[in-house]
């Protein structure tokens, strides 16, 4: 399954509602998941299931979709969300696979 | 509180072998599939290999197949990364990372810093 995100890259300011997409080549219902990554530092599980958010995940994550169209919101973003977000399906596997990522920059 | 720690990374020349080692605690490892997941500098996310909690079957991404074989030793909490035959497009940050359940094939929720591997003449 070949995940496709967008945009490649995001540019928003403190505060403002980041909407990143993933889209995967085939249906894979709601097996999917987000992570987070920052410079220098190993990715972290924001959010699997589509929308179930992983322990200690702050609220103003969010995700939904199903099938090939899946959507990771951060409703107000704060100084710690500019970071890279992957997504990665686990629905037809081996491999699992991840998306090119999208970056999200002041 | 859940460590995983990589060791074994370095460089080496095109065509050697390497092993990579992962020890991890603060979990019941038995309960958990573990992977190897790498990531080429400056570039994305690739699942490399799986084992389910309790050993049994690999499973491999397609680059790396019939040439890296993963292991586990339940005994030590231990996991292993046997690379071989190595290509320059090995070169990455090789992460040991804990599946979200014993299954293999699922979400991964726990990373350690990584170990990094360079292949070049």
């Known amino acids: 399954v070949v995940l496709t995100q967008s945009p490649a890259t995001l540019s928003l300011s403190p505060g403002e509602r980041a909407t990143l997409s993933c889209r995967a080549s085939?249906?894979?219902?709601?097996?999917l998941a987000w992570y987070q990554q920052k410079p220098g530092q190993p990715p972290r599980l924001l959010i699997y299931?589509?929308?179930k958010r992983a322990t200690g995940v702050p609220a103003r994550f969010s995700g939904s979709g199903s099938g090939t169209a899946f959507t990771l919101t951060i409703s107000s973003l704060e100084p710690e969300d500019f970071a890279v977000y992957y997504c990665?399906?686990?629905?037809?596997?081996?491999?699992?696979?991840f998306g090119g990522g999208t970056k999200v920059e002041v | 509180e859940v460590q995983l720690v990589e060791a074994g990374g370095g460089w080496v020349q095109p065509g050697r072998s390497l092993r990579l080692s992962c020890s991890a605690s603060?979990?019941?490892?038995?309960?958990?599939?573990m992977n190897w997941v790498r990531q080429a500098p400056g570039k994305g996310l690739e699942w490399v290999a799986g084992?389910?909690?309790?050993?049994?079957?690999?499973y491999y991404g397609d680059s790396v197949k019939g040439r890296f074989t993963m292991s586990r030793d339940n005994s030590k909490n231990t996991i292993i990364l046997q690379m071989n035959n190595l290509r320059a497009e090995d070169t990455a940050l090789y992460y040991c990372?804990?599946?979200?359940?014993?299954?293999?094939?699922?979400?991964?929720?726990?990373w350690g810093q990584g170990s990094l591997v360079t292949v070049s003449p």
């Open positions: 990372v804990k599946s979200l359940s014993y299954g293999p094939g699922n979400y991964l929720d726990r």
């Open positions: 603060g979990f019941i490892f038995t309960d958990y599939a």
């Open positions: 084992i389910g909690g309790s050993g049994g079957p690999t």
């Open positions: 085939q249906g894979i219902s709601t097996y």
């Open positions: 299931d589509t929308s």
């Open positions: 990665q399906q686990r629905d037809n596997w081996p491999p699992l696979t």
